[in-house]
Nanobody, 118 residues
Framework: QVQLVESGGGLVQAGGSLRLSCAATTIVFRDNVVAWHRQAPGKERELVAR???????YYAESVKGRFTISRDNAKNTLYLQMNSLKPEDTAMYYC????????????WGQGTQVTVSS
């Protein structure tokens, strides 16, 4: 049973920073594609950032230059450093894992809430 546990969400003022973490059991992050998604109320879930087993990163246009995805292989933990937060970043953030050749993410965490006040 794959278990992903996110933490680090909270309430922050616009312009502030948060760092999200996602710890995994029974699956090795460095061998897979791991990603952060988010879903705001009334909106579809969107991909925020992902990192491949080779370390290649992708960011949604809306977070480029503000968010950084990283992976600690020794701790098997995924991070999302979020700087210069905006109210429109308010959402539930989820980490997810898929194989390198998979088209979808079969494993998801329970989510951590990020709320940015103006």
């Amino acid at each position: 049973q794959v278990q992903l546990v996110e933490s680090g969400g909270g309430l922050v003022q616009a312009g502030g920073s948060l760092r999200l973490s996602c710890a995994a059991t029974t699956i090795v992050f460095r061998d897979n594609v791991v990603a952060w998604h988010r879903q705001a109320p009334g909106k579809e879930r969107e991909l925020v950032a992902r990192i491949t087993s080779g370390g290649t990163t992708y960011y949604a246009e809306s977070v480029k230059g503000r968010f950084t995805i990283s992976r600690d292989n020794a701790k098997n933990t995924l991070y999302l450093q979020m700087n210069s937060l905006k109210p429109e970043d308010t959402a539930m953030y989820y980490c997810a894992v898929r194989g390198a050749t998979s088209g979808s993410y079969p494993y998801w965490g329970q989510g951590t809430q990020v709320t940015v006040s103006s």
